[in-house]
């Protein structure tokens, strides 16, 4: 596709795509940038950071940290869960029930991240994020489910 000459060198150029005439932006600071993004209207996104934390959780207690229900008549694309905590732990992500993903924390690293690059999820589907650790002392943990609510 090539751009207008008077656009052409613009950080932000605006195109027409041939198809539907729906006006894209050129994200990035170079004019070579290949990357775009398309405006559509009506469309709305919400970033979504749901945080929470837990304290003087016991040892061989599979407990929940967090949970995100996806509302109804939306859709969330879930880009990655950060969790940490005090002790060592086992740590896994649950979609409606199911276990996703573990990851386990240790000596030296008491923080780890579920990369899931917009994984997608409907209204009604449910994200839990759970630990367990086998410490002889309490722990305390925190996670954040990050995603983009459409």
Known sequence: ???????????????FATNDNETAV???NSATSPIYTTEVSGVSETGIAEYN??????SSVLTTITTYTIPVGKSFFLDKVEVSGSNLGVYQVEVNATVNNKKRTYWGNFNECFNYSNYPLGAGDIVRVRVI?????????????LGILK
Do not use: Y
């Open 133 to 145: 650790h086998s410490s002889s002392m309490l722990g305390d943990f925190n996670a954040t489910i």
């Open 1 to 15: 596709m090539s751009f207008p000459s008077s656009i052409r060198d613009r950080e932000q150029a605006k195109f």
């Open 53 to 58: 934390e837990i304290s003087s959780v016991a």
């Open 26 to 28: 050129r994200v990035g």
